[in-house]
């Protein structure tokens, strides 16, 4: 199981093509950092899926979305 920001889902497996270009960096970068191929994707996809967080965040800030205080967003997150 892995765990992403306090929830533990199951790791799903899945079979992927990349340019053979993009494979040998994969595998260069796996082995100098000592780590597994899929725990760099892993890591690679979640810093990437943060930088698309932040890309609709703007985008839905631009486009007129709500905005919350420092009050509303506390009030919020204490929620969850």
Do not use: C, H, W
Not at 36 to 61: G, H, M, W
Not at 63 to 70: D, F, I, T
Request: charged share 30%; aromatic share 6%.
């Amino acid at each position: 199981k892995i765990q992403k920001k306090g929830l533990k889902m199951n790791a799903g497996k899945m079979m992927i093509s990349l340019p053979q270009i993009v494979s040998a960096e994969l595998s260069e970068f796996a082995k100098e950092l000592q780590i597994p191929k899929s725990k760099l994707i892993q890591q690679a996809l979640d810093y990437y899926f943060d930088t698309l967080d932040l890309q609709v965040a703007k985008n839905r800030v631009a486009k007129g979305g709500k905005r919350l205080n420092l009050e509303q967003m506390k009030a919020f997150v204490d929620e969850l």
